[in-house]
């Protein structure tokens, strides 16, 4: 489904039956299929809508409502908390009054593997320490404020550590998404004159 925000596509699942729940299905689906894989939303319906030629009919599927995913459950409270729930808005194009609680799951309001490590680039901006493996593995406000706060404490103890960035250049982002990343390495290869001097270079 395209993102109601425009950030790219997300998979939404449309299920039938009434003795499992959205939990029981993403647990199932967990155990078995890679991260990028779990679908963003589930979906119940009485019936698999299909055509008169007997294909499923993707236009009577039901419009996917991400905000259905929101817990309602506590505020942010501290700076990084209040700061991570600003970048998870950004980063997902949520609505500015969207009220997002400190117990909303990134990947169920519609994150996925890029946008994980854009939030990621976004909030060592801000001065709060994750990784994307941090964002797979603890998904909401509050988990994520916990780490970065121990992040911190451990960095101040331990004296500051350099941190550099990179936009996401597009060989790694076409390949984000598949089995197995979880390093990559990027170079560039200029083309110079003959005549190049290091003072040049420099220059």
């Known amino acids: 489904a395209d993102h109601p925000g425009g950030n790219d596509k997300y998979l939404a699942a449309y299920y039938v039956g009434t003795d499992v729940t959205d939990d029981e299905l993403r647990e199932h689906l967990t155990a078995r299929v890679p991260d990028y894989m779990i679908p963003t939303v589930f979906i119940p319906i009485t019936t698999v809508p299909v055509t008169p030629n007997g294909k499923l009919d993707r236009r009577a599927l039901p419009t996917p409502d991400l905000t259905a995913a929101l817990t309602g459950g506590h505020t942010p409270s501290t700076v990084t908390e209040t700061?991570?729930?600003t970048v998870f808005s950004d980063i997902l194009h949520?609505?500015?009054d969207t009220p997002l609680s400190i117990d909303d799951d990134?990947?169920?309001?519609g994150g996925d593997s890029i946008s994980?490590?854009?939030v990621v680039t976004r909030a060592r901006r801000a001065g709060i320490t994750i990784t994307a493996a941090d964002?797979?593995?603890h998904r909401t406000i509050s988990a994520l404020?916990?780490?970065a706060d121990t992040h911190t404490q451990t960095h101040t103890e331990t004296g500051p550590t350099a941190v550099t960035t990179s936009p996401l250049q597009p060989i790694a982002a076409r390949y984000v998404d598949r089995p197995g990343f979880?390093?990559?390495t990027q170079s560039f290869v200029f083309t110079t004159p003959p005549d190049?001097?290091?003072d040049t270079l420099h220059r």
């Open 135 to 137: 964002i797979f593995t």
């Open 145 to 147: 404020a916990r780490i």
């Open 106 to 109: 990134f990947f169920r309001l």
């Open 116 to 118: 994980s490590i854009q």
């Open 196 to 198: 190049l001097t290091t």
């Open 83 to 85: 700061t991570l729930a």
């Open 182 to 184: 979880d390093h990559f």
């Open 94 to 96: 949520l609505p500015t």
